[in-house]
């Protein structure tokens, strides 16, 4: 059977995509960032998924206001990165695991998770930076992606609770996959962040340190936060993270931390990053 | 919750359905913006573009000034207005910075510096 090993969360930044594609990760600025996340880029050669779920929100690229999926995944073949209005970024394009991911949607809707199924989609920097920053410049991705696309743009997106659930409802649709798969799942998003208004570019270390603690430590209780509290605490854009919680979920009660990264700022935005593992499933 | 909590936080606004609904063709004609053909229309000629959408003068006007808080109170949402930054050859940081009325230089310090603190910032009543 399919199994999931280990999640990831990190921040998706478009401006670290820009960085990387324009040769600057060298450059003071960025280089603390793609130091601290060598350590993961190592973990993960090693680990060497044959798919990643990865957790992420379209940035009104493939989904605009005409139609707004709360979830959606995507069981296409290929997923060619978008134009996000400055060209499509220099990446791989994504292939994908329509078996699984087939298996998933059928899955989870009948787990009572309304799924909107996907088979034609760009992808944009919410999933190709964290590719980039786990695999770094390749020439094709080493694994296969499965995408699941949340809305957090158009108020309100689905509660953390309601995407912990989620996670915990992907994990019986990927063990119940006949195939022998090692998965790995990706949340994506955050941390603390504000890109508009006068607010912009609120950035709260106390909040974002408790998150990756609660993350390891108390799922449950992270899952109960509302809505007004990542608004008001991590900023405007900060509740991209609840889509962290959809890759917790998916992990066992307790997990190993493996490792973790903070860093401020990228552009507008606390970079965050941990990876979790399985206790029972580790290497 | 109430939609009157989330406007106790200040300098900021919540993407509703109520923003939704007045931005909607502001946004869309930013999310026009993600192609090609379409951004050099734009800039070879911005009004009779504009004219494609049906945007209230308020918002035509808010557009072609690049008055971008203007545009958040009319319904833009930041990921969308990114595409219009974007065609003006502009990264989001820019977008942000001018919402927070600073230059680019002293936004980017303030960021460097640790960013924009929580402290003084969750409440309107202080």
Known sequence: ?283 | MTESSFEDIPGTTLFDGRMSRIGYHLNMFCMSLIKVENRAAFKANEASYLDRFLLTADQRRAVLERRWNDMLDMGGNVYYLAKLAATDGLPVVHLSAGMANLSPEDYARMMIGGGRRIDGNRSKRG
Not at chain 1, 69 to 79: M, V
Not at chain 1, 80 to 89: I, Q, T, V
Not at chain 1, 135 to 140: K, N, T
């Open chain 1, 1 to 283: 059977m399919a199994r999931i090993s280990a999640g990831v969360g990190t921040s998706h930044v478009p401006a670290i995509g820009v960085a990387l594609d324009l040769g600057k990760s060298g450059e003071p600025y960025w280089q603390p960032i793609f130091a601290g996340y060598e350590p993961t880029k190592a973990w993960i050669a090693r680990e060497k998924p044959d798919v990643i779920i990865l957790v992420y929100n379209d940035h009104a690229s493939s989904f605009s206001l005409e139609v707004i999926p709360t979830f959606a995944i995507g069981c296409a073949a290929e997923y060619p990165p978008a134009d996000e209005g400055w060209g499509a970024r220099a990446v791989p394009p994504v292939e994908g695991h329509p078996e699984l991911a087939w298996h998933m949607a059928q899955s989870l809707i009948l787990d009572e998770f309304d799924m909107t199924i996907v088979n034609k989609m760009d992808v944009d920097h919410g999933l190709t930076v964290p590719l980039s920053l786990i695999f770094g410049q390749v020439e094709s991705w080493p694994c296969r992606v499965v995408p699941l696309a949340v809305n957090v743009i158009q108020y309100p997106p689905p509660t953390g609770h309601r995407c912990y659930s989620l996670g915990k409802a992907i994990r019986r649709a990927v063990e119940s996959f006949e195939d022998e798969l090692n998965v790995v799942i990706l949340g994506t998003g955050g941390l603390s962040h504000q890109l508009q208004g006068t607010r912009a570019g609120l950035i709260n270390p106390d909040w974002d340190k408790a998150f990756l603690d609660g993350l390891t430590r108390d799922p449950d209780g992270l899952a109960r936060i509302p809505h007004i509290d990542y608004v008001r605490e991590a900023g405007s854009e900060g509740i991209e993270m609840v889509m962290w919680l959809i890759m917790r979920g998916a992990l066992d009660a307790k997990v190993d931390e493996l490792y973790r990264f903070y860093h401020v700022p990228a552009s507008s935005t606390a970079v965050g990053h941990i990876v979790l593992a399985n206790r029972g499933d580790r290497v």
